[in-house]
């Protein structure tokens, strides 16, 4: 089976979020860069004859997890029914992922958190499951914004 790679729409700053995320992600790495024709080309709308011979995409990994990120203007924005989950191993690393990419404070809930290019990620325990099955874990969960392992 050929692998799926997510397709993430920006509006002129590709480039900056994708060296955010390679900052943040271990062994992450941009893999290859795309750049919009320099010259006016016959069909290219209005916005893409503004980027002629900036970047058009950024094909990336995060983690060994591959990403296309692309220049295409502010038609479409990100929102929470799309997010990626980041399994961590201990407390420490949830907090290291919340410090890096928490943004918007007032959406955390539950482990989820947008980060600053409004991009959805759910930071949770590796063991998620197994802690789900304590007592009143779902009551628990739905206090928190951040995970803390210790509350469940």
């Not at 795309?34 to 006016?40: E, G, Q, R």
């Not at 961590?88 to 404070?105: F, G, H, N, R, W």
């Not at 590796?126 to 951040?146: G, V």
């Amino acid at each position: 089976m050929k692998n799926i790679t997510p397709n993430l729409w920006f509006d002129g700053n590709a480039k900056e979020a994708v060296d955010f995320y390679i900052s943040v992600f271990p062994d992450s790495k941009i893999i290859s860069t795309v750049y919009y024709p320099n010259s006016a080309e016959e069909g290219l709308a209005d916005f893409q004859l503004t980027m002629a011979g900036k970047v058009l995409t950024v094909d990336f990994e995060l983690s060994g997890n591959r990403f296309v990120a692309i220049n295409a203007g502010p038609e479409f924005k990100f929102n929470e029914s799309v997010s990626f989950s980041i399994p961590c191993e201990d407390q420490k690393e949830i907090d290291y992922y919340y410090e890096k990419l928490s943004a918007v404070p007032k959406s955390e809930i539950c482990g989820w958190l947008k980060d600053k290019y409004g991009l959805s990620w759910q930071v949770v325990p590796k063991n998620m499951e197994e802690l789900m099955k304590r007592p009143h874990a779902f009551a628990k969960l739905m206090k928190m914004s951040k995970i803390i392992i210790e509350n469940f």
